[in-house]
T-cell receptor, first 114, second 114 residues
């Protein structure tokens, strides 16, 4: 079974500050890991994905995430927050089994303070 | 750029009525999914569909729910007799072939049961 845990339902950062959104996963098989972003009243947009290649994954809008097997983590970071980064961020896991369903975390709402 | 399209964007229905939520997945995709997001909560997996049949479903997806791919382009979710607790945002997603491909999500249908 696969699952993810996102620590912190709300994170606030100042504009220009580091963004760190935490995600830990649980999987009985090597996982594929994803970060999706949801802007208000919109659907889910893929930020980046880890699929067992490089452990440091770069995504859109300056975000990146590092897969750490020893820590079962896949934290999302961005060096400098921008006002447009304010959104809900979801970590998700799937495995190479069946239909590769995605299982989402509870989400972290990022607020950027000017 | 190809996208997943969902209609309607907002549906209001009376408790006990049947609703059909419609989705047009990306044309060359083979895996189709429905997820729901109750207001303020995480995105939950409902069902996955491949090769004209359900491949996996969650415990949420009970006998009140059904999915269908009536033609080569549409993918529908039917709720037979809606309950107040069915009020949520429903997301359709599709995925292409390949174990590492990501799912693309539609903008969602907000279902309000009154």
């Amino acid at each position: 079974a696969q699952s993810v845990t996102q620590l912190g339902s709300h994170v606030s950062v100042s504009e220009g500050a580091l963004v760190l959104l935490r995600c830990n996963y649980s999987s009985s098989v090597p996982p594929y890991l994803f970060w999706y972003v949801q802007y208000p009243n919109q659907g889910l947009q893929l930020l980046l994905k880890y699929t067992s290649a490089a452990t440091l994954v770069k995504g859109i809008n300056g975000f990146e995430a590092e897969f750490k097997k020893s820590e079962t983590s896949f934290h999302l970071t961005k060096p400098s927050a921008h006002m447009s980064d304010a959104a809900e961020y979801f970590c998700a896991v799937s495995a190479l089994s069946g239909a590769n369903n995605l299982f989402f975390g509870t989400g972290t709402r990022l607020t950027v303070i000017p | 750029e190809p996208e997943v399209t969902q209609t309607p964007s907002h549906q209001v229905t009376q408790m006990g009525q049947e609703v059909i939520l419609r989705c047009v997945p990306i044309s060359n995709h083979l895996y189709f999914y429905w997820y729901r997001q109750i207001l303020g909560q995480k995105v939950e997996f409902l069902v996955s569909f491949y090769n004209n049949e359900i491949s996996e479903k969650s415990e949420i997806f009970d006998d009140q729910f059904s999915v269908e791919r009536p033609d080569g382009s549409n993918f529908t979710l039917k709720i037979r007799s809606t309950k107040l607790e069915d009020s949520a945002m429903y997301f359709c997603a599709s995925r292409g072939v390949g174990e590492a491909t990501e799912a693309f999500f539609g903008q969602g249908t907000r279902l309000t049961v009154v």
